[in-house]
């Protein structure tokens, strides 16, 4: 449910008050860019969709249900810019990129050893590049579903999709993954083997 902090804030924004925009990106900044980078695979680019979703925040706000939850509103805004904007980009990105952030600072850290380390390592590079190997909306709803342990009904509510349509995407997503996930496996046995 959307607190009472979020909720004052969004009445400010709509009866003009910037200072309401000001709590609604402090509160859900971090967030949105780790869900459209996470989608996006790209930081740049995910920066840009996060901005881009919080002006358009600012520019509906009228068009937003007081009476509902922020959250599933405003994730729906990053998803559908998220997609649409990989969509366009339909690019690869390295686990490791100079300026970006990469999927092991996003994960926690608690290896022990550096074996563990690094087959934990190999398994994050091999879990990012079987995501980046997913269309862009079967990435949004994996990310949304997991990332955010959104449900079903309101990944559907917050990627404007009939819920069957994202079942189908959740369920080919985690068989497109499973897939990839098994060839790292095998491969990983087999280099251990010899």
């Known amino acids: 449910m959307t607190d009472e902090r979020i909720k004052a804030a969004l009445v400010r924004l709509r009866n003009g008050d910037i200072y309401g925009l000001s709590v609604i990106v402090e509160e859900y900044q971090v967030q949105a860019t780790r869900i459209a980078f996470l989608i996006t695979q790209d930081k740049a680019l995910a920066e840009d969709v996060a901005q881009s979703a919080f002006l358009r925040v600012y520019e509906r706000i009228h068009q937003f249900d007081m009476r509902r939850d922020f959250a599933p509103w405003f994730f729906r805004i990053i998803a559908n810019a998220a997609v649409q904007t990989a969509q366009r980009e339909q690019r690869q990105v390295s686990l490791e990129n100079d300026d970006g952030i990469s999927l092991a600072e996003l994960l926690p850290d608690s290896l022990p050893t550096p074996d563990e380390q690094a087959e934990r390592s190999e398994l ?71």
């Open 124 to 194: 994050r590079q091999a879990v990012w590049e079987a995501l980046g190997q997913l269309s862009p909306k079967q990435r949004a709803a994996v990310v949304l579903h997991y990332y955010l342990d959104m449900k079903e009904g309101e990944l559907a509510e917050a990627t404007d999709s009939k819920l069957g349509t994202v079942r189908w995407r959740l369920h080919t997503g985690r068989e497109h993954l499973r897939v990839l996930l098994d060839r790292f496996k095998n491969l990983v046995s087999t280099e251990v083997e010899t």
